[in-house]
């Protein structure tokens, strides 16, 4: 039996005030318009380039709001691997993205283990700069960065036109770092205590105690190096500019100069999968790790 205690609360509306069956079909309509309105507005796009797809270029060009295409062209999308090259392309990005993932789980965790576990002296002071860069448009940095890839300190090393000229320049995102910083401060300052009384050391506190709790927000930060090194384009146009090794956000303009827009319209299709995938198979774990569930309560 539910009490009143036990019943949601709003902030626009009183308990007392929903009850009445007025207010309880307004708000349910409403909740409908909205739900429709977001869907209108989020599943739109994605449904009319899958419609635009599979679509004839004349279709495109002369009904482009149509709700059905004239004649279905499933060919699109395999004349769009070969013709166009998409399937090398979308190599690129994946091993692109690869690289950039493995470079920001590296940085972010051991970054957010120091800050929020060693606590080193200079430790507010790194926290600060780390914050003050989240407040420098990314467009500034364009040409200091490339000219440091261009010629590496201490290394002399010319990174561009490699992606290692993209991968390193991923681990310094500081709002990563950061986000592992605040979930590693969820985990009980208990468990490190007790495991320095058993001996251990920094790298075991890591290895055994930190990460094992940490998948959730990993899981959030390889979502978001994921998505973000898939869809960057302006830094790979700029250091990779050999064709054969550019991504797909970076290769597809280029391609859609001279290129047939159906087919066009199919390599955005197949590159825009990927991402989607890859949140409806990690959403749960990006709900957990934004929230800061630690999974040590209790």
Not at 175 to 185: M, P, T
Not at 209 to 225: D, N, W, Y
């Amino acid at each position: 039996m539910k009490t009143a205690a036990s019943e949601p609360v709003s902030r626009l509306v009183a308990p007392q005030d929903r009850r009445r069956p007025t207010v309880r079909v307004g708000l349910r309509t409403t909740e409908v318009i909205v739900l429709v309105l977001l869907l209108a507005f989020c599943a739109g796009p994605i449904l009319w380039m899958v419609k635009a797809a599979v679509s004839p270029s004349s279709d495109i060009v002369a009904h482009p709001l149509s709700l059905w295409p004239s004649q279905i062209r499933f060919g699109n999308v395999s004349e769009a691997l070969t013709s166009l090259e998409i399937g090398r392309y979308l190599l690129n990005s994946v091993y692109l993205a690869a690289g950039c993932l493995v470079v920001q789980l590296i940085i972010s965790t051991s970054a957010g283990f120091a800050l929020s576990v060693l606590k080193p002296r200079y430790g507010k002071v790194v926290y600060a700069m780390l914050l003050a860069t989240l407040l420098v448009p990314a467009t500034v940095s364009l040409v200091p960065l490339y000219l440091t890839a261009q010629h590496m300190p201490g290394l002399g090393v010319n990174l561009i036109d490699s992606y290692w000229a993209v991968w390193l320049p991923a681990g310094a995102n500081a709002f990563n770092v950061l986000l592992v910083k605040r979930f590693f401060d969820g985990i009980p300052a208990e468990l490190y205590e007790a495991a320095r009384v058993d001996g251990a050391g920094p790298l075991t506190l890591l290895w055994r105690i930190v990460l094992p709790l940490s998948r959730p927000v990993l899981a959030v930060v390889s979502l978001f190096t994921l998505i973000a090194s898939w869809k960057e384009f302006i830094w790979p146009l700029i250091a990779i500019t050999d064709p054969q090794k550019q991504p797909i956000a970076v290769a597809l303009p280029t391609i859609a100069k001279n290129s047939d827009q159906g087919l066009v319209i199919a390599g955005l299709l197949l590159a825009s999968i990927p991402p989607l995938l890859l949140f409806v198979v990690f959403q749960r774990q990006v709900v957990n790790g934004v929230a800061g569930d630690t999974g040590s309560k209790g």
